[in-house]
């Protein structure tokens, strides 16, 4: 068990439930878009490693099953850390040949503006059945005849590599290259009319707001990447131009056909994505910091309305920003013994996301950003030493010096005691 209790009181929130919430607007404005799917949106966030991990062909070394990224609970059981943890339940089912799930998923993670370890996501998937094709009709040409029945739009989506490539993103043996053209094609114009039907939105908003139109001002850029997902091949990534940047929203791809037989359904092939839903709210009604999502503050919810326009958030004033920085040493190999110690192997067991951890734990949503600003290694003892820069700022007042003195005290104190580090 390394899920601690501030992380456990997250999960009877259901943001994504709530009415008039940004991110449950933002999610049935995106249900809007897939009408004939069936949608998910109460699925309980407790799930097996099995339907975490293994079911999604996770090797046993991944990255992601290690307690320094994913919340357990006890070996066998985890908060889900993605929403494709329920793919091989719902294919089981077989109900619908589309399904979007919304929930809110777990990972240990960096802290900064759009970094929280809680936040919601909307999988999708569409898959069609080779069996119930008549006679007449290849697969390819029944799929082909459902792109054409998805909206066209003119925005410019740079798409500059292969559909598959035989090493970066190859084609599975049982598929046929028209077949995964087909859904690549479904799958990609599927989720760019998502996009454009939230920047519709936002440029209305921008509108309202008495600014010039997005639209005008800063032509919507979108380009699709390749990617690597255990669970599909071939896979990509979308992304937006936003604020000087690409920003990742979602990732997808044709299906693994193992998960589709192991679920029982060896018959049916297609896509799936899973995207962020904070990214996309934070997009559509510019909201600078992603613990607003968590607020309760009247002015914060007051500004969203599921029955009206898209708005605009108005930040309320930006408080004052406090920095204070924390200095230590690793515990050294011989004194391993204690604190955090998972893996016997390694010399000195320290990972970044357990500061992090630390830092919520102590402080909570009173901790805009954690960075490390110095990092220096002893060159007698070879001893490493880290330097972080926490910035201390509340969201809905000013914060007084004795407070972020207590908290920077506090945090000092509880990285001495959870991770065994010597402050300097
Ligand atoms: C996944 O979670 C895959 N399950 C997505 C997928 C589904 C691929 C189905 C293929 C088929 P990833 O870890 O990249 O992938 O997360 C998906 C999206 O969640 C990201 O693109 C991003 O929009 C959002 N996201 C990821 N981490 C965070 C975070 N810490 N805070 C906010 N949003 C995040
Ligand atoms: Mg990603």
Redesign the pocket.
Known sequence: MNTPSTILSAIPRRLHLQPDHPLAITRQLIESRFLDYKHHNTLFPVVTVKQNFDS?GFPADHV?RSRTDTYYLNKDTVLR????AH?ADIFRKNESAGYLISAD?Y?R??IDR????V???M???RTWDRESLGQSKSLEEAIWADVAKIPTHSINVGDPNPTFHPERNPLQECHSAGEVEAIAAHLKRSLEDVVVAIFNAASSAAAAAGEISASQDEPLKVRWVE?Y?P??SP?W??EIFWQDDW???????I?KQDIMDNAGVPNRLG??????????AMLLYSIPD?RLFWSTDPRFLSQFSSGEPIRRFVPFSKYPACFKDVSFWLRSTSSAAGGLSRNASSPVDFHENDVMEVAREVCGDLVEDVRLVDEFTHPKTGRKSFCYRTNYRSLERTLTNEETNELHERFRQQLVDKLGVELR
């Open positions: 999604l992601g850390t993605h929403t494709s793919q998923v990972r993670d960096a759009s970094h929280y370890p936040f919601h996501q999988e999708g998937a990617a997902f669970f599909t896979s990534e979308l920003l990742e929203v979602l990732g997808c791809g299906i896509w799936a994505f899973g995207l962020g839903l904070e990214r996309i992603i």
